[in-house]
């Protein structure tokens, strides 16, 4: 069975840094594109930051960029985003997301579509307050 599932969200001050992490069981996450998203309330999913797995390449959206670093760690089936000087504007729901990546998928991964993606984790809270 298919399966991503996210952890590392939680409440934190203005500034501060978060670490999410995102486990793959079911599938081989070599062979996977992997991307976060993000919705706020009231708001439509925005793409966060997505890594290829071909060449390792990154992408950020530009709200993020600067401040978010996603990497991943094969060996454990496992992608994560730093998430470093955290604004007001970041709290959302934080999803993971996973698809098969072709030649085609790969020059499209800047893009950030959800559309792009075939599986999908539930999702991991993250609040800033101060």
């Known amino acids: 069975q298919v399966q991503l599932v996210e952890s590392g969200g939680g409440l934190v001050q203005p500034g501060g840094s978060l670490r999410l992490s995102c486990v793959a069981s079911?599938?081989?996450?070599?062979?996977?594109?992997i991307g976060w998203f993000r919705q706020a309330p009231g708001k439509e999913r925005e793409g966060v930051s997505c890594?290829?797995?071909?060449?390792?390449?990154?992408y950020y959206g530009d709200s993020v960029k600067g401040r978010f670093t996603i990497s991943r760690d094969n060996a454990k089936n496992t992608v994560h985003l730093q998430m470093n000087s955290l604004k007001p504007e970041d709290p959302a729901v934080y999803f993971c997301?996973?698809?098969?990546?072709?030649?085609?998928?790969?020059?499209?991964?800047?893009?950030?579509?959800?559309?792009?993606?075939?599986?999908w984790g539930q999702g991991t809270q993250v609040t800033v307050s101060s």
């Open positions: 997301a996973a698809t098969p990546e072709g030649p085609r998928l790969l020059a499209r991964l800047r893009v950030l579509s959800e559309s792009d993606y075939e599986y």
């Open positions: 890594v290829s797995s071909s060449d390792g390449s990154t």
């Open positions: 079911g599938f081989n996450l070599d062979y996977y594109a």
